[in-house]
């Protein structure tokens, strides 16, 4: 059990400033996030893309916005713990939160903030009757441990970076691979691409474009074969071990619904003074939460999440008066940033 002051859900940009504005008042932080890197939409969305609105900021891509929080946060050592998901989040006798990951990851904290952005990113599913008696087993949507491909046949679907990444790290140790792509172009960056055409001028790998993995056969939860249509062409069936689901990540709300919050739509209602949920100790800031005149702008959610801090320090130390101070003249900040006076 980790205990801290706040748990931050999202380490999206806002949740990555929240851990900011929170250090600047004293407060220690821990951050979870589902996907397995810091930076939300940004990093997951659109890393090379430029963005301009991001004050005295004039242009800087989604990497490196990300890169610049994470740099910002240093001073104030925060847990991250990426790649699980808050699934359980529990009000104590004493006011406090039992919160628990999709890890059995547990944390105690006086108050969360939900930077849930939209949701929680999950992998896009192969949408087949029977996949769900093969997942996890030999239908796989993210790579665990690789040595268990070592020798085995497999079928790589997607035509993404995840999907030729794996198809490069697994060529050598696999018995044979198969890349099932919808077309015949892909998202994948062309360097890995090109080394996939290689592979497969080569003998050591064959891939099926502009098809689609139609059914799948086998016994239990393992997989034997898979059936591939072609746009153009008749069916084929290849004999596999396992499959392997690169099909892109979408956003769900996923567990947040289900936590007695006051939802609208998609999104969770928030007091604006404080950006308080309508539970007392949660507060949420970003994309996720809705006010009236509410703008899904990176810039707002920093805005918020200062609000959200000056509120949680409040209702820490309540009777005592939380004062603002400069960064560029306080003592006490600049301690707390790790500044030379
Ligand atoms: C293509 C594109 C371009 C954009 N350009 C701009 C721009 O130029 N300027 C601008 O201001 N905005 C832009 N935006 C919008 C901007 O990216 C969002 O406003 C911003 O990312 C919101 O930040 P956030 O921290 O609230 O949420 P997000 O960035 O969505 O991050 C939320 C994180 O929370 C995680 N999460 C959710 N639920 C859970 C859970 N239960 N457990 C664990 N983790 C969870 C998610 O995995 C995710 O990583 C753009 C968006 C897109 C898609």
């Not at 999202?10 to 397995?36: H, M, T, W, Y």
């Not at 990113?121 to 790579?143: E, I, K, M, W």
């Not at 077309?183 to 996939?196: F, G, I, N, T, W």
Request: net charge negative; glycine share 10%.
């Amino acid at each position: 059990m980790i205990t801290t002051d706040v748990v931050i859900i999202g380490a999206g940009p806002c949740g990555l400033f929240q851990v900011f504005e929170l250090g600047l008042l004293g407060l220690k932080a821990e951050v979870v996030d589902s996907i397995r890197q810091p930076g939300g939409q940004c990093s997951e969305l659109y890393p090379d893309k430029p963005i301009y609105d991001i004050p005295a900021i004039p242009v800087c891509s989604g990497e490196e916005l990300t890169e610049r929080l994470l740099k910002q946060i240093e001073p104030f050592d925060c847990g991250m713990h990426l790649g699980q998901e808050v699934q359980v989040v529990e009000r104590q006798d004493d006011d406090s939160f039992r919160i628990e990951t999709s890890a059995g990851k547990k944390f105690s904290a006086k108050a969360i903030v939900i930077a849930g952005g939209v949701g929680s990113f999950q992998p896009r599913p192969l949408r087949l009757p029977n996949a769900g008696d093969f997942a996890d087993t030999s239908l796989h949507y993210r790579v665990r441990d690789p040595a268990q491909f070592a020798g085995k046949k497999l079928a790589i679907l997607g035509g993404g970076d995840s999907a030729l990444d794996w198809v490069l790290e697994l060529v050598d140790a696999a018995r044979h691979i198969t890349l099932v792509h919808r077309r015949d172009e892909y998202r994948a960056v062309p360097d890995s691409v090109q080394k996939m055409r290689m592979h497969v001028a080569s003998g050591k790998m064959d891939v099926i474009e502009n098809a689609r993995v139609t059914a799948i056969s086998g016994e239990g939860s393992q997989v034997s074969a898979v059936t591939i249509q072609p746009k153009d062409g008749d069916t084929t069936e290849i004999s596999v071990d396992h499959i392997l689901v690169f099909f892109g990540l979408v956003p769900k709300l996923g567990p947040i619904a289900e936590w007695g919050l006051d939802i609208n739509r998609k999104t969770i209602n928030v007091d604006t003074e404080n950006f308080e949920t309508s539970e007392p100790g949660i507060y949420a800031v970003g994309d996720i939460n809705y006010y009236p005149g509410k703008k899904k702008l990176i810039l707002c959610g920093f805005h918020e999440a200062a609000l959200a801090a000056f509120a949680i320090k409040q209702r820490l130390e309540p009777g005592k008066k939380v004062h603002v101070q400069y960064t560029t003249t306080s003592p006490i900040l600049h301690q707390r940033l790790g500044v030379p006076d």
